[in-house]
Structures are given as C-alpha cells and as structure tokens.
C-alpha cells in the first residue's frame, strides 16, 4: 500500500522543523511515496522551493516522482487578542491543517497566511 505524509514541516517551521527540501525529497523518493505535502506552521516561506524542488526529480517519462502538495498549518481561535490563560479554562485555541487541492486552493491558503500576519 502506498503513503504518503501530509503533514510535514520544513526547517520554515521554527522551533519545530529541521527538514531541508531536498532531504524530504530523497527520503520520499527512497520510500517510495507519490505524494508529499509541506504544512509549517503559519507561514508558506518554503512552497515556491518545495514545488521547484519536484521538478528537479522525474520519471523517465517526465512525470513526477513525488507530488508535491502545498499546505499550511493554522492557529485557529475564537479571539485572537486574547493572551491570559488559566487552568481552570480549556484553551481555545487549535491547530488546523489546510492543503490545497488546485490554484484555488493555493491563491486561499496565500490569502489565509497574510491575513494572519496582517491582523493576527
């Protein structure tokens, strides 16, 4: 059966992330996986070389060997000025992965990103 990682983060994750692009190709390839997908943390830094890096690794046929599937990994919260917690509350605040599908789904998760830098 074959698999594939769709949730996976790159040294653009900080703190949490010390993949290279490229090693994640390697290992994939090894494996044998036909799809990767990247989802850091709140930010799309690394899409454009993770994209790029799948065309440096074809089939003989020129298809190929991975594809590579562009996510995110959101914060998602109710109120997002809020800052104090206590033990007492369950936090209200959630991690949600988005992958895109299409150009959409690429343009929304380009929309979504900014709109987290710009109003938080």
Known sequence: MKFSHLHVHTQFSLLDGAA???????????DGMPA???????????AFE???EA?????????LKVKP???????????????NFNKEERDPRHHQILLAKNDQ???NLVKLTSLGYIEG
């Open 50 to 52: 993770f994209v790029k």
């Open 36 to 46: 990767l997908a990247i989802s850091d943390h709140g930010n799309m830094f690394g």
């Open 105 to 107: 789904g690429y343009k």
């Open 20 to 30: 290279s692009i490229k090693g994640l190709y390697k290992k994939a390839i090894e």
């Open 69 to 83: 599937v562009v996510g995110c990994e959101f914060y998602i919260t109710q109120d997002r000025t809020r800052k």
């Open 55 to 63: 065309y440096n690794h074809k089939n003989n046929d020129g298809t």
